[in-house]
């Protein structure tokens, strides 16, 4: 009896397979594939074809990761969100304490002769742990400011560390994704409207506390041609690739910006440059279209869980890819400051990608077991 409860058990796992998902994620995955190529293929003789394949390599256990995420039940995060957290944030001092530096952060931690950036999985970790919070502590009426203390010092706590690194664009995105999760879990108006005027009122502080190439990155969003050969060299090459490409693009493996090396940081922050000068505003689109269905997929799957662990942990998920996307998008084209924000699934980096395709996998965990408490 047991036995054919759990075939009856496993069959329904099968028969509610997300494919939308998986398709929007090969899509993704073979587009970005196609693109790393091309904008590593200029230096393919200086270290290239090493930037390709391994873009190629972590996809590839990505996807692997992403199937492996679907075989257990995800309430066992739950119970295990505070352990999860502290050892996220265990990894974020060891960083600090032990880390490598490149270009003057500290961002890396080295193991097995690989290296990773532990502030990419704090955002699962994060997520995870705040939906915890508010499963144990639903509010119907909203929430106020003296009720969220505790997720405030939940966010706290990494932000500061991340920052510490220092890596600014990981650390708001931290707060933006907290946040995001905290006023879909609805706060009280007034409550609202405090922390806002507080937020605005602390600007001048954080404004005098920033580093001086993060003043430098804010000024040159608003004048870019105020330093075109030095802080606003990045990004008006690659309003300059974006627009070059027009309406088609100028074909692939032949953008201008990109093979004569003016477009920098091509394979990583500015990978949507290259996508953008080959194959235009047409390519552009479809590719934008991808991650749009992508975050309403997402959120579907958020509103057909059956539990609030469930809601909160796939709007979590799917807030990561709705806000890495806006900002570097924003941020090619001129519309944000560059805070080094990758563009998730397409930006060189193994860590952004398997804790990417980690995410995806929990969000496909959540869509097949649905039907759970039908």
């Known amino acids: 009896m047991v036995n054919g409860q759990r075939m009856l058990f496993d069959r329904r796992l099968l028969q509610n397979f997300d494919w939308v998902l998986l398709l929007l994620l090969v899509l993704i995955g073979i587009i970005s594939t196609a693109n790393m190529y091309s904008a590593s293929f200029s230096i393919w003789d200086a270290g290239g074809s090493h930037i390709f394949n391994k873009q190629l390599y972590f996809f590839l256990i990505g996807f692997v990761l992403f199937l492996m995420m679907t075989t257990f039940d995800y309430h066992a995060l739950e119970r295990m969100a505070y352990p999860i957290y502290l050892l996220s944030v265990a990894m974020l001092v060891l960083v600090l304490l032990k880390g490598e530096i490149y270009s003057g952060s500290q961002r890396w931690l080295s193991l097995g002769g690989m290296s990773f950036q532990p502030s990419e999985f704090s955002k699962i970790a994060l997520i995870i742990v705040l939906s915890r919070y508010f499963t144990d502590h639903i509010n119907s009426t909203g929430y106020r400011l003296r009720d969220l203390w505790q997720p405030f010092l939940l966010i706290a706590v990494p932000f500061l560390l991340v920052l510490k690194e220092p890596d600014l664009g990981t650390a708001l995105i931290l707060v933006i994704i907290s946040l995001s999760v905290i006023l879909f879990m609805k706060v009280n108006w007034k409550s609202f409207l405090v922390f806002i005027t507080a937020s605005l009122l602390s600007a001048p502080f954080i404004w005098f506390n920033l580093e001086g190439y993060q003043k430098r990155r804010v000024l040159t969003f608003l004048d870019p041609d105020s330093d075109p050969l030095g802080a606003g060299y990045h990004i008006i090459q690659s309003k300059i690739a974006v627009g070059s490409g027009l309406l088609w693009g100028k074909g692939f493996l032949k953008g201008t910006q990109t093979r004569l090396h003016f477009l920098p940081e091509q394979h990583s922050d500015f990978a949507f440059s290259v996508m953008a000068e080959e194959w235009g505003f047409i390519g552009s689109a479809f590719l934008l279209i991808l991650y749009l269905l992508l975050i309403l997929w997402g ?42 924000i990758p563009l998730v699934l397409f930006s060189s980096g193994g860590s952004s990608i398997i804790s990417t395709m980690l995410c995806m996998g929990l969000l496909m965990n959540i869509s097949m077991r649905r039907f759970m408490f039908q």
């Open 299 to 340: 959120t579907n799957i958020a509103k057909n869980s059956k539990d609030i662990f469930g809601t909160v942990l796939a709007i979590g998920i799917t807030s990561i890819v709705f806000w890495q996307v806006v900002i570097n998008v924003g941020m090619t084209i001129g519309l944000l400051p560059v805070v080094g």
